[in-house]
């Protein structure tokens, strides 16, 4: 550590988490560096506020918490920590209040992510915190530390009091989370879950008829179960498959059973404001010269789009009202294989919780700290995955400025 009254402190990746933590830690007094290899911070968070940037979500604490599936207990603490009133405070004490909207979800005012941004980056500046871009981690040397390199790949040799690494997931590497870390992690005996694609769309084998016409075409108002998960939303026929809100809520049931039996049979309700009973009600009256096509445009309700899906899915349908009630309320559509991971939302996997404690610090090496996608988590969107990176990092930079300010009171003593 440098010879100082005010204890350093490092942080690696200006993502959410990172600069959360960065702000914590300079609040604290310690004198902060960012280090990232990206020329400009956030560019995935950026991106994720492009169409609107969904912080957090309104909904009751112990419902918001299962979003989070098996990750639950480890985030719940944290959470706790920063939650989702904390953020929405946080927002508007950076100039940008937030609301509510129809589905829960909360948004700032500006609906954007780049004045919220703006805002952090002057406060961060005003508390003299360093943003040192084009820097890159690249492992840690014989005693543990890690090793930041710059442009040129020259060594940066300050040793900090404590290190916060931020160094995000898997998905849209190209923005900065590229999990090169995860090597270095692995070699010091660290256990590090493979990445897999969240919230991202799946292939089909559609055929060129179907695709050629709907591509691009979204299934509105369905619902869809892959096993017990369930959800109601939105699917959107792409060129390799389905995308889209709904079918990203289910990413995570739909990924394992590919993993587990090859394939996924997602289970498509097309008239879910209609029973069964009722469809097949309305598909047994006499039809008269109408075409099967017609019957089910205007006895079942069905758009074009969702007619040819059934046709896609099952060339001959069946002559039985019921049996043709039953097809439409649970259609089966095979998937195939998850989209890329580069281009999916988020990433599931990373850093098992196993190796930190409590306060987010790796069990072996006091003084490394570790926040937001790098750890193994996963949330649908909605506002779930911002709000645990910026909660873990909340709790990460309060931690380390606790951990540095004790080493530099520690070494202190020492030097009299």
Known sequence: MPQSAVPSAAVIGAGPAGLMAAQEMARAGLAVTIFDRMPTPARKFLLAGRGGLNLTHSEPPDLFMTRYGAGAQHLRPHIEAFAPALLRDWSAE????TFAGSSGRVFPKSFKASPLLRALLRRLDALGVRLAARHSFSGFDESGRPIIQD??????APDFGAYV???GGASWPKLGSDARWCDAFAARGLSVHPFQPANC???VDWSEHFISRFAGVPLKSVRLSCGEHETRGEVMIAQSGVEGGGIYALSAPLRDMIVREGVASLQIDLRPDVSVDELAERLSRPRGSQSLSNLLRKAAGLPPVALALLREVQRALPDDARALAALIKALPLPLLRPRPI????SSAGGLAFSEVDENLMLRQAPGLFVCGEMLDWEAPTGGYLLQA?????FVAGQAAARYAAKLETRLGLCRQ
């Open 94 to 97: 950076l100039g940008e209040p």
């Open 151 to 156: 442009e040129a790949g020259a060594h940066v």
């Open 165 to 167: 690494f931020a160094l």
């Open 201 to 203: 769309g799946f292939d």
């Open 342 to 345: 580069a281009r999916a939302i």
């Open 389 to 393: 990176c910026f909660a873990t990092g």
